[in-house]
């Protein structure tokens, strides 16, 4: 571990395994309407999933939480497995999470994998399904923000601008032959190439397996082995291979807005909420695509890179 300034302090997942598997109590499953009024303990724990947009909100959440009287310990957990009990069960108290997927995973948790999936397009109905999964595990839902991080898919600026396209919608009318790199369960997945052929009617030839956003999936794209790419809408790094994200003008991805999950019963007041609430408010997709480029590509440190923009934004 790197030697680390004054700041919320860094635990590690080992802890929470050991913790895990000591819990004990009723399942979660069989608990009742949640009654008891919000917690407001002054020490919280922020969890995060160990990639950089993750590190980078937990960063945000810790400053903005100590500016309001809080002390904090930053727990990198990098298994959704692990860390959404942990939350329940108050190991965890805050996290950030993404709407349609974490509405779409708790909901194959309570259903089991055949459910009809939770998420959706539609961000009003998918928060109103997560809201509901998760209230009866402990869990307060705060209000999404103007992030929103969720699979977007990119051309080359110069095929973009040869075939005038701005959006999946012009690529599907113009019928042309597309191979996409992507994961190899694009293949199956609705939002992927299903989705793509039903919702624009764009014409599939066949997937490139080099994964979600890589370097050589980019690459591909760059040199005109592909002519698509599936990736994020904070990718970092479109720009440096000359890549630029097409409009999902119909809406086939879901709703992946960036949430604050907190545990009630610990950090539910209005002290943390309204702290967080700041942050919501301010942070777009476009901000969190450049923060993210400041740490993976420019190199520099999660906390600093939170510290500066909290500052340009007159939240800390």
């Known amino acids: 571990m790197r030697a ?8 590690f997942g080992a802890l929470l395994l050991t913790a895990t598997a000591c819990a004990t109590g009723p399942a979660l499953e069989s608990r009742g309407t949640v ?31 100590h500016r309001a009287g809080y002390r904090t310990d930053i727990l990198s957990v ?10 329940e069960s108050g190991q965890i108290d805050v996290v950030a999470e993404y709407a349609a997927t974490f509405a779409d995973w708790l909901n194959t948790k309570v259903k089991g994998s055949g459910a009809p999936p939770a998420g959706s397009p539609d961000l009003g109905a998918t928060m109103k399904s997560l809201r509901a999964l998760a209230a009866p595990r402990g869990l307060t839902v705060l209000k999404p923000g103007r992030a929103v991080d969720q699979n977007a898919y990119a051309v080359t600026t110069a095929y973009a601008a040869r075939h005038h396209l701005k959006t999946l919608s012009d690529l599907g009318a ?3 032959p597309v191979r996409l790199a992507a994961g190899d369960e694009c293949v199956q997945r609705p939002y992927c190439e299903p989705g793509l052929k039903k919702t624009y009617g764009i014409h599939i030839t066949g997937i490139d397996p080099k994964g979600v956003g890589t370097t050589p999936a980019k690459q591909a794209v760059q040199n005109g082995q592909d002519q ?20 999902d003008d119909k809406h086939l991805q879901n709703a992946d807005a960036i949430v604050p999950v907190v545990n009630r019963s610990r950090a539910g007041s209005k002290g943390v909420t309204g ?42």
Request: glycine share 6%.
């Open 275 to 316: 702290a967080l609430d700041r942050l919501n408010a301010v942070l777009t997709t476009k901000d969190l695509a450049s923060l993210n480029e400041q740490v993976d590509s420019w190199r520099r440190l999660p906390e600093d890179v939170a510290r500066n923009y909290l500052k340009s934004k007159h939240l800390l």
């Open 228 to 247: 698509m790419v599936l990736t994020t809408t904070t990718d970092a790094t479109l720009g440096a291979f000359g890549l630029v994200i097409l409009q």
């Open 174 to 176: 113009s019928k042309l």
């Open 35 to 65: 009654t008891a009024p919000p917690g407001d303990s002054k020490q919280l724990t922020i969890g995060t999933a160990g990639f950089t947009e993750s590190d980078l909100l937990a960063q945000m959440y810790a400053l903005l939480l």
């Open 4 to 11: 680390r300034r004054a700041g919320p302090r860094l635990l």
């Open 78 to 87: 990098t298994n959704r497995e692990l860390y959404e009990p942990a939350l």
